[in-house]
């Protein structure tokens, strides 16, 4: 089945790719076999070298990749040229500190000389979704190229021409030609994949029912995995949080990449004494967001990235408000031309709707209300997500008692969550397992061994 590009703003078809067959796809998992033992022997200062190169060429070309995402998933052209900045970012992040976290670890306790290594696993296929088309792959591929691996990307379907662009951006690069492959395959050709021999691990970013289809696998054939899966993160705001602050954050937050993002804030749990002001100045603020030409810069709201996921998305809301959630703002597809939705608020949404229990991938904010500070960790722990979450309050201490009562993996006090490459990211509970970024990220496909010598 032929992959389409299409541009979520206006529904005009870009380009349309045929799918490979099972003998391009073999062509190509014996290239990554090939090359494995050259590009695993190279000297890591050269690698990192590449790795710099690559950076070099993501900047150098960032408006052009920019406009690519832009016009392939919808971000706004701003947000689209971030993420290219990140993506170079962490290229050099791991150019400069692969030989650090890679080093070996002398072992001073034990008789001898005992140390342990680090030493690449092999090929790692890498699943991918569309919302961030670039650095959802540039994290995981620098760290898992600099620790002498081999890399192969699956990436979401509707954005072939992103998944294209990161294969030219590595060959451009000169990194030897199979050390990164960008297979265009459907999905249903994963588990395929995964069980050959010759490929040593996967990672994937996406979808709760994806990560359990592709864990099963792993675990089938007893290969490494790391999923970061679906959030719903709390953003808890005290009775003495600096409200002009927290909504400045809130909206941003929920709104950006048209709430398209994994760890955007998605439940706002307000407790009385900030509740009132809060509502006021955020359902100002939203009101104000402007849909429209995602290349404009005075366009602060892009589409969603496609018209199935508008649909869905419109399901949850009209379900949540038919349980009892009041809709305060939105809460309706925007007319014309292209996947947009408008930007909404819930409000009082309670267990037993959709919009407390499920995920909602798209710009729909959910208002929650807690009594005090323990019953809004329990409110923010009451799912069974725990990627992100963020407390709000002008007391840190008092912030840090109520983040560190979240079970997620990253919390935030008094700034949203976001993924940094000097921070190990990942989830627990349904939000998946592992960790990426940091040196976690770079260990995630290694083998660590023991060695010893006496």
Known sequence: MPMSSVNPANGSVLNVFETWDRPRIDKALSQAERVAPAWRGLALAQKADLMRQAAHVLRHRRDHFASMITQEMGKLL??????????????????????????????????????????????????????????Q?????????????????????????????????????????????????????????????????????????????????AGETLKPSVLELGGSDPFI????????????????????????????????????GAAEGFMERFKAAVKALKPGDPTREDTSLAPMARMDLRDELHQQVQDSIAEGAVPVLGCEPLQGKGAWYAPSILDRVVPGTRAYQEELFGPVASILRAKDDADAVRIANDTRFGLGGSVWTRDPERGAAVARQLACGSTFV????????????????????????????????????TLTLR
């Not at 949203?416 to 990220?441: C, H, I, N, Q, T």
């Open 414 to 449: 008094n700034s949203m969550v976001k993924s940094d490459p000097r921070l190990p990211f990942g989830g627990v509970k349904d939000s998946g397992y592992g960790r990426e970024l940091a040196r976690a990220g770079i260990l995630a496909f290694v083998n660590t061994k």
């Open 237 to 272: 705001v005290l009775d003495d949080a600096d409200l002009d602050r927290a909504v400045e954050q809130a909206v941003v937050s929920r709104y950006q990449n048209a709430g398209q993002s994994c760890i955007a804030a998605k439940r706002f749990i307000l407790l009385p």
């Open 78 to 135: 701003r947000e689209s040229r971030g993420e290219i900045d990140r993506c170079a970012t962490v290229c050099d992040y791991y150019a400069d500190h692969a030989a650090e976290f890679l080093a070996d670890e002398v072992v001073p306790e034990v008789e001898g000389d005992a140390r342990v290594v680090f030493q690449p696993l092999g090929t790692i296929l890498a699943v991918m979704p569309w919302n961030f088309p670039f650095w």
């Open 137 to 217: 792959v540039f994290r995981f591929a620098a760290p898992t190229l600099l620790a002498g691996n081999t890399a192969l990307l699956k990436h979401a379907s509707n954005v072939p021409r992103c998944a294209l662009a990161v294969e030219e951006i590595f060959r451009d690069a000169g990194f030897p030609a199979g050390v990164f492959q960008t297979l265009m395959i459907p999905s249903d050709a994963v588990s395929d994949v995964i069980r050959d021999p010759r490929v040593h691990g996967v990672t994937l970013t996406g979808s709760e029912p994806a990560g359990r289809a592709v864990a099963a696998v």
